[in-house]
């Protein structure tokens, strides 16, 4: 795939689009050290599907949650989880999906027909729970925002746990 110019917060280099697996195996944790964070704000500014991983849900919250934050540049997020509370900062996808009752059992054909009626968000996250990563594959979630164009809209970032609670 071709080199593509996009407007960073950082940098104005080209990105090369052809490696879709923006996965880090580094695992991040808190509190981070400054190259943790630099390297985290790009990750996050970049468009397209990023994988990193973290301690525990906990972790990988507060670590969301704090860059984003930071940078204040998102103003319409999304959290996929299977938690109960969502952070107040991002919209809560399955509490949405739930409540309206379309729930078709499958999470991938539920957030497909999600983000066809509500495709406004700038910033999605996955917090990759132990019973989501064992029912669908990772490529498989992967697909479903490849569907929609992300690497030329927005990041989604997928939060592997080394914990599972």
Known sequence: MALISTPSMLSKQAQDLSDENHHHEKLFTFPFAEYDVLELQAIFIQTGI????????????????TILKSLNYYHNIACI????????????????????KYRKD???????????????????????????????????LKEI????????????LIVQYENKL
Request: some cysteine; hydrophobic content about 45%.
């Open 106 to 140: 499958n999470l991938l054909i539920d957030l497909e027909d999600f983000f066809v009626m509500h495709p406004c968000f700038d910033f999605i996250w996955i917090e990759l729970s132990e019973t989501i990563e064992n029912k669908y594959k990772l490529q498989d």
């Open 81 to 100: 989880t299977e938690q109960v509370e969502v952070p107040s900062l991002a919209y809560d996808v399955m509490g949405h999906i739930n409540m309206q």
């Open 50 to 65: 990023h994988v990193i991983k973290t301690k525990n849900i906990f972790d990988g919250r507060k670590i969301v949650t």
């Open 145 to 156: 925002f490849n569907m929609f164009h992300v690497e030329e809209r927005m990041p989604v």
